[in-house]
Each structure stands twice: as C-alpha cells, then as structure tokens.
C-alpha cells in the first residue's frame, strides 16, 4: 500500500489561499485514485475533492465548488489541493486518501484505504 503525508495547512485570513500536499512513497502512486477529505470541529468527516473514474474528471463537494482545486503530479508522487477564497467553514482537519481500486463511490470516505495523518487549516474571521 502507499504512504501518504500531507502538509501546508496552517492559519490564513478568510480570502486567503493555500495549498495542500500529499506526498505518496511505498507503491506506485499513479495507481491510486486520490480523494481529499475534511473533519471541521465537532463534525463528521466530509468529502472534499477527488477525481472521479470517469477520465479522470474531478468532482468537488458543492462548498468548495470553483474556490478548490485538486490536482497530482504522478512523477513526483504528489497529490494537490489548491484552496482560494477561503472562509472561516473551511477549517478542518485535511486528510488526503488513495484507494487502489479506482471505486466508483469516490465521494466515500470508506472506499478509501491508505490515508494521510491530516493537516490543520484554520480560517479566521
């Protein structure tokens, strides 16, 4: 299975950006189909981003709909999540997942089986 270890999370002004990481090792990344995923406080995790196996296309949840983009460089073993015009909602625990089999259920975070330690972004007001 792949490793995965996200980072670039910290603290931003609401309107601001950052992106996130996740650096794979372990297994053949391009294998892997890519999911981001989020646990605000006190919340369940929710789907954040993830490409679809349809061609690959991405899909994001309605809240981040034009404000993320994900993105992966296979020949660094890289995934990405762009992240513009933040808000104060938008802080969360991130969590990059991989699943091999490429589901078709890619918005479920149980489809998923390698996962990430997570990175904080907080948004302030």
């Known amino acids: 299975q792949v490793q995965l270890v996200e980072s670039g999370g910290g603290l931003v002004q609401a309107g601001g950006s950052l992106r996130l990481s996740c650096a794979a090792s372990g297994d053949t990344f391009r294998s892997y189909a890519v999911g981001w995923f989020r646990r605000p406080p006190g919340k369940e995790r929710e789907f954040v981003a993830a490409?679809?196996?349809?061609?690959?296309?991405?899909d994001y949840a309605d809240s981040v709909q034009g404000r993320f983009t994900i993105s992966r460089d296979n020949a660094k073993n890289t995934a990405y999540l762009q992240m513009s015009s933040l808000k104060p909602e938008d802080t969360a625990i991130y969590y990059c997942a991989a699943d091999r089999s490429w589901t078709t259920m890619w918005r479920d975070a149980n489809e998923y089986d390698c996962w990430g330690q997570g990175t904080q972004v907080t948004v302030s007001s």
């Open positions: 490409f679809s196996r349809h061609g690959g296309i991405p």
